[in-house]
Every structure is written in structure tokens, then in C-alpha cells.
T-cell receptor, first 111, second 119 residues
Framework: GIQVEQSPPDLILQEGANSTLRCNFS?????LQWFHQNPWGQLINLFY???GTKQNGRLSATTVATERYSLLYISSSQTTDSGVYFC?????????????FGKGTLLTVNP | ETGVTQTPRHLVMGMTNKKSLKCEQH?????MYWYKQSAKKPLELMFV???????ENNSVPSRFSPECPNSSHLFLHLHTLQPEDSALYLC??????????????????FGPGTRLTVL
């Protein structure tokens, strides 16, 4: 099956700093989502971005499907941004509803 | 609030108990999913229901039994679980998976999860 690798596994920032999280995947995809999991376990949808670039406030994401990677940018980070960020992909085998998740990036933003 | 609710939020059960997890989506979606998140492991897909029909069983042991009476409700019946089944169980829904040319219908939305502990 498709492999998903996220980097870095852990990231510690000071409030106000910018960061870039990366997601590499091993096969072509037509479904890619970024999630933020809060300390209570809730997965919050950040972006649905199988290709292209999107922005939402301080967050933006870019997926280059031909090169099999996606980037999540967080600018002017806040303590509330802390948590685990997951990338999940569905490949183009006709079952793109089957999401395969990466192991996540644990982000800690210190005040 | 994602429009997907799960109950209970926490559950402790013995290995001989029978319990059920409930998921309800208020988004008008047609597909629902169960995922398992164990400590130190990525989220794993367990089951998929599309228009109330099970379309995916990801080699899940029979002590987990899903039920989807309609497109808005999904249950996971638990029976004679093992301590290693302790995990966060997440429900998700999407509008209409696998519909060619309408990719946005595949976006999945998750409930808050049930944290299960098996003693």
C-alpha cells in the first residue's frame, strides 16, 4: 500500500515563529488532507488539498502531486497551535476514500 | 464542532463485557468510517460503509462488529476484547466517496473519538 512519511516528527517553537511541516507519499494520490489533533483527540480539518495551494489565515498548504509531497506552513505560531499534525492520503486506485495516515508531527509552541 | 458526534467519550470495560460505540453525523453524508488510533501508531482504517453497505473490512478481528442502520448512524459493537484493543476509536464521514470527478466529496470529517480502556 501507499506509504506516508511526515517530517519532522517533533518540533518545538517559540510563540511567533514560523514553521514548515512536510508530508511525502510513495504513490500518486487524488485525496490529501491535513489535520490538527488537539490534546483531547479531536481531529480538526485544516486542508483538503490533493493538489495546488490553499491558505486559511495563518496556515497555508501546498501539494505538488507530481513530486509526491505536501507542505503545511504555519506562520506567527501561537500556543494554541500545539498538538499533532497529520497528513493523510488516498491513492488513485479507485478507492480514494481510504485514507492512509502518516505518523504525525508533534508541535509544541512555547509562550 | 465537526458535525460528527460520538458516544461515549470514555469507556472502561472488562474482557468479558459487551459494549457498543455510537457515531452520528449531521452533515448529510453517505459514507461513514471507523478508525483506530493506538499509542505510538498511525491511525488505522477499520471499516467503511457507503450508503449503508459495508465496502471495507481492513482485516479487523471479529470481536469488533460494525453496524450501519442508516447513512447517519454507525455503531461498533465490542465483545470479549483484549487489553491491546485499548485505543482511541474515531468515527468519520464523507459525502460520497469514490465518485469520479468530484474529489471534494471525499473529504472526511472526524468525531471527537471514544477513548477505550480494556482491563
Amino acid at each position: 500500500g501507499i506509504q506516508v512519511e511526515q517530517s519532522p516528527p517533533d518540533l518545538i517553537l517559540q510563540e511567533g515563529a514560523n514553521s514548515t511541516l512536510r508530508c511525502n507519499f510513495s504513490d500518486s494520490v487524488n485525496n490529501l488532507q491535513w489535520f490538527h489533533q488537539n490534546p483531547w483527540g479531536q481531529l480538526i480539518n485544516l486542508f483538503y488539498i490533493p493538489s495546488g495551494t490553499k491558505q486559511n489565515g495563518r496556515l497555508s498548504a501546498t501539494t505538488v502531486a507530481t513530486e509526491r509531497y505536501s507542505l503545511l506552513y504555519i506562520s506567527s505560531s501561537q500556543t494554541t497551535d500545539s498538538g499533532v499534525y497529520f497528513c493523510a492520503v488516498g491513492n488513485s486506485g479507485g478507492s480514494n476514500y481510504k485514507l492512509t495516515f502518516g505518523k504525525g508531527t508533534l508541535l509544541t509552541v512555547n509562550p | 464542532e465537526t458535525g460528527v458526534t460520538q458516544t461515549p467519550r470514555h469507556l472502561v470495560m472488562g474482557m468479558t463485557n459487551k459494549k457498543s460505540l455510537k457515531c452520528e453525523q449531521h452533515l448529510g453524508h453517505n459514507a461513514m468510517y471507523w478508525y483506530k488510533q493506538s499509542a505510538k501508531k498511525p491511525l488505522e482504517l477499520m471499516f467503511v460503509y457507503n450508503f449503508k453497505e459495508q465496502t471495507e473490512n481492513n482485516s479487523v478481528p471479529s470481536r469488533f462488529s460494525p453496524e450501519c442502520p442508516n447513512s447517519s448512524h454507525l455503531f461498533l459493537h465490542l465483545h470479549t476484547l483484549q487489553p491491546e484493543d485499548s485505543a482511541l476509536y474515531l468515527c468519520a464521514s464523507s459525502q460520497r466517496p469514490g465518485l469520479a470527478g468530484v474529489e471534494s466529496y471525499n473529504e472526511q470529517f472526524f468525531g471527537p473519538g471514544t477513548r477505550l480502556t480494556v482491563l
